[in-house]
C-alpha cells in the first residue's frame, strides 16, 4: 500500500454493530467531507472485504472528518456485485474452471473456456492503470482526498489464475491452455507486470518439461 498523505492520523474510525460485505464506496459525498475538513481519508478496507464489529474503517489525516460522514460511504450488502469489485469476475471465472475439474465433473474443456475469459480480461487490465495497490482520489483542486486499496495485478493473478494453475497439471489439456494464457498475456504486458507472469511461465514450462512430447502441446 502507498504511504498515508503526510501528517499525523487525527482519527480513527471503526466498524460498529452487525458484519456487513463492502459492496461499494460512496467517494463523492466523502471528499467533499474531507475538502470541508482539510483532511484526507485513508481507507482500510477495500470492496469485497467483510467488515466485523471493531474492525479499522480508516484514519483521517490532518484535518477532521465525522465519523459518521466516513461511516456512509461504505455501501453494504448480502454479496458482492460487479461495481468497483473487478475481483468479482475473476474469482467466478476462477470457481467455474474449478468446478469443471473437480472430479465430480470432470470436464477440462469447460476449465479451458474460462481460462479463455481469464486471458481476456489479464490482457484489458494489463493495458490500464493496474499494478498500484491504492488509489487516489483528488478533489477539484488535485488535493487528495480519499486514498482507497485496490486489486493490484498480483491480486487478479492469484484469483483468475493460482487456483486452476496448481491443479492444472493433472490435465495437459488445461496446462497447455495456462502456457498459452501466460505467453499471450506477457505478449501485452508493460514491463513492471511481466514479472509474476514469467515466474508462472517458467513454473508451468517445468511441469510440461516432465511429460511426454505429445502431451506437451495444447489439443486442436
Known amino acids: 500500500m502507498a504511504a498515508p498523505p503526510p501528517g499525523p492520523v487525527t482519527a480513527s474510525v471503526r466498524w460498529r454493530g452487525a458484519s456487513v460485505l463492502v459492496e461499494q464506496f460512496n467517494l463523492v459525498p466523502l471528499v467533499a467531507a474531507a475538502e470541508r475538513g482539510g483532511a484526507s481519508v485513508v481507507l482500510r478496507v477495500k470492496v469485497g472485504d467483510v467488515l466485523y464489529d471493531g474492525d479499522a474503517v480508516a484514519d483521517v489525516h490532518h484535518g477532521t472528518v465525522p465519523e459518521a460522514e466516513v461511516?456512509?460511504?461504505?455501501?453494504?450488502?448480502?454479496?458482492?456485485?460487479?461495481?468497483?469489485?473487478?475481483?468479482?469476475?475473476?474469482?467466478?471465472?476462477?470457481?467455474?474452471?474449478?468446478?469443471?475439474?473437480s472430479s465430480a465433473i470432470n470436464d477440462p474443456a469447460t476449465a479451458v473456456q474460462a481460462l479463455d475469459a481469464v486471458e481476456?480480461?489479464?490482457?484489458?487490465?494489463?493495458?490500464?492503470?493496474?499494478?498500484?495497490?491504492?488509489?487516489?482520489?483528488?478533489?477539484?483542486?488535485?488535493?487528495?482526498?480519499?486514498?482507497?486499496?485496490?486489486?493490484?495485478?498480483?491480486?487478479?493473478l492469484r484469483v483468475g489464475l493460482d487456483d486452476i494453475l496448481v491443479v492444472a497439471p493433472g490435465m495437459p489439456m488445461v496446462l497447455a491452455r495456462c502456457r498459452k494464457l501466460l505467453t499471450g498475456v506477457l505478449s501485452v504486458a508493460p514491463a513492471p507486470l511481466r514479472p509474476p507472469l514469467e515466474e508462472r511461465l517458467a513454473w508451468t514450462e517445468q511441469q510440461l518439461r516432465s511429460r511426454p512430447p505429445f502431451l506437451r502441446d495444447e489439443a486442436a
Open 71 to 101: 461511516l456512509r460511504a461504505v455501501v453494504g450488502g448480502p454479496e458482492r456485485t460487479f461495481h468497483q469489485d473487478p475481483l468479482l469476475a475473476f474469482r467466478l471465472l476462477s470457481d467455474i474452471g474449478l468446478r469443471a475439474l
Open 120 to 156: 481476456d480480461l489479464l490482457r484489458r487490465a494489463a493495458a490500464g492503470p493496474i499494478g498500484q495497490e491504492t488509489r487516489a482520489i483528488a478533489d477539484a483542486s488535485g488535493t487528495v482526498r480519499v486514498i482507497l486499496p485496490v486489486a493490484g495485478w498480483d491480486s487478479l
